[in-house]
Every structure is written in structure tokens, then in C-alpha cells.
Antibody, heavy 119, light 110 residues
């Protein structure tokens, strides 16, 4: 059974870098596309990016200059780094895995973690 | 990239049917077979309901169906039940290999 769990600081200061980790169990992260998706409070979902074994990584153009995603196969984890954060980056951040058919079919989700950007 | 366009809200009584639209362009919905739909209850992670326009993952009720015409995809829920009350989001793969979500639709079961 695939399980995903996000972890990281719940509070980040403006202009600093947000760092989150998604720990995966039940499947190797060497397979499948892995994504980050966020949801500002009271708002809709925003796709951040996806990566496949770090060989094919695509980011949302609106965030591309600030985002880095990477995989740690030894820990079966993948990570998100978002630099120069502002209050607009306050959101629940989800990690997700596709269904094995297509990268944008987000079948498996973590429970989400709220990150607040504030001084 | 702008979000796909969904109605902000829809409502209907139990037992009725509703359809939620998701409108994009020829660079996303219109040009992609990879449109999916998600159900989200408050405080919960989204749930995968429809993939590749009209396919249901295992375990999803056959009351949920999807379709597409031109640049607009649609989610239809028949035989509405109280537990269907939630937010619904569409997404589409795009011609530049990115992913776009719709703005979300709040379904109220009266």
C-alpha cells in the first residue's frame, strides 16, 4: 500500500527558503512520477512540479525560477525547495504520485502540511 | 499559466444529477486525453475520481462519469448523495508538459 507523508517546518520567514520532504512507503521512488501540489488557505489547487527519477523534471512556469525538486533513493524520499518565499507562498503543501499511466493522474496523496510564511 | 475555468458552485437535491464543466484551450483540455477529476472534502487531501477524461479508478462509484467536447471537459454525478458534497477540481496535462488545475467547484447537496 502506497503511503506518502510530508514533513518540514510549519513556519518560514519571508525571503527564506521553504524546504519539505515527502517520505514514501510501499513503493520505490525510482519508479513513477512524483509531484508537489499546494493549496493556499481557502483557495484552489496549484501544481508545483513533477519529477521522474530526477531525469525528467518539469516545473510550473510561474514558480520555475524559485523551485527545485530532487529524489533521495537511499531514503525513499523526495524533496521540495522553494526560495525567496513571500506570504503568497503560505499554503498546504501536498506530495503526490501518479497512477502509473500518466504523470498528471494524481492517484496517491500525502495528508498535506501547512506552511506559513511570516516573520 | 492561468487556471482552467470551472463554475464556482453548483447545487442540487439528493437523487438528482449535476454536471461540472472545466474549460481550457486547445493547448490543454482540447488537445489532451489526460484530463482528471478530484473530490476534496474540507480539511482532507483530494481524492482521484476520473482519469483520462472518462475512466474511473478502481473503487470509485459508477455514479461519477467524465466526458469531453472540444476545449471543455465535464464531470457528471448522478443519483446525488449527501456525501458527494465537496469541492471538485479538474486538471489537464498541457502541450508543454505542464499541469493545470481548474479553480474548483463547490458542490452543495440541498
Amino acid at each position: 500500500q502506497v503511503q506518502l507523508q510530508e514533513s518540514g517546518p510549519g513556519l518560514v520567514k519571508p525571503s527564506e527558503t521553504l524546504s519539505l520532504i515527502c517520505t514514501v512507503s510501499g513503493v520505490s521512488i525510482s519508479s513513477y512520477y512524483w509531484s508537489w501540489i499546494r493549496q493556499p488557505p481557502g483557495k484552489g489547487l496549484e501544481w508545483i512540479g513533477y519529477t521522474f527519477y530526477s531525469r525528467n523534471t518539469v516545473y510550473n512556469p510561474s514558480l520555475k525560477s524559485r523551485v527545485t525538486m530532487s529524489l533521495d533513493t537511499s531514503q525513499n524520499q523526495f524533496s521540495l525547495r522553494l526560495s525567496s518565499v513571500t506570504a503568497a507562498d503560505t499554503a498546504v503543501y501536498y506530495c503526490a504520485r501518479e497512477d502509473g499511466r500518466w504523470a498528471s493522474n494524481f492517484q496517491h496523496w500525502g495528508q498535506g502540511t501547512l506552511v506559513t510564511v511570516s516573520s | 499559466q492561468s487556471a482552467l475555468t470551472q463554475p464556482a458552485s453548483v447545487s442540487a437535491s439528493p437523487g438528482q444529477s449535476i454536471t461540472i464543466s472545466c474549460t481550457g484551450t486547445s493547448s490543454d483540455v482540447g488537445g489532451s486525453n489526460h484530463v482528471s477529476w478530484y473530490q476534496q472534502h474540507p480539511g482532507k487531501a483530494p481524492k482521484f475520481m476520473i482519469y483520462d477524461v472518462s475512466n474511473r479508478p478502481s473503487g470509485v462509484s459508477d455514479r461519477f462519469s467524465g466526458s469531453k467536447s472540444g476545449n471543455t471537459a465535464s464531470l457528471t454525478i448522478s443519483g446525488l448523495q449527501a456525501e458527494d458534497e465537496a469541492y471538485y477540481y479538474c486538471n489537464s496535462h498541457t502541450s508543454t508538459s505542464t499541469v493545470m488545475f481548474g479553480g474548483g467547484t463547490k458542490l452543495t447537496v440541498l
